[in-house]
Nanobody, 114 residues
Framework: VQLVESGGGLVQPGGSLRLSCAASGFTFSNYVMRWHRQAPGKERELVAHISSVGGRTNYADSVKGRFTISRDNAKKTVYLQMNSLKPEDTAVYYC????????WGQGTQVTVSS
């Protein structure tokens, strides 16, 4: 089982990034997918959630209207489009798959700074 995140980096405030998480080793379409983040000195927090069927989404209040989670079951990939980025979005972002089992990626660093 693997979840491999990519797309992180350094971006200026107001900019955009698109994170990807490629899955392998399990039936991706059966799993709820989530993005979490952890900033230095803070606990890991849930950012966005997408259901396995129907594509229902939920977001943390802090990112509503700026972030969009989506999935492509054919490509076994989940995405996080992040717009209007703020310095407080700086964190390591983790991909998470849930369906009885709970799988995590290694994380990708997002830094928002001028």
């Amino acid at each position: 089982v693997q979840l491999v995140e990519s797309g992180g980096g350094l971006v200026q405030p107001g900019g955009s990034l698109r994170l990807s998480c490629a899955a392998s080793g399990f039936t991706f379409s059966n799993y709820v997918m989530r993005w979490h983040r952890q900033a230095p000195g803070k606990e890991r927090e849930l950012v966005a959630h997408i259901s396995s069927v129907g594509g229902r989404t939920n977001y943390a209040d802090s990112v509503k209207g700026r972030f969009t989670i989506s999935r492509d079951n054919a490509k076994k990939t989940v995405y996080l489009q992040m717009n209007s980025l703020k310095p407080e979005d700086t964190a390591v972002y983790y991909c998470n798959a849930i369906s009885g089992y709970n799988y995590w990626g290694q994380g990708t660093q997002v830094t928002v700074s001028s």
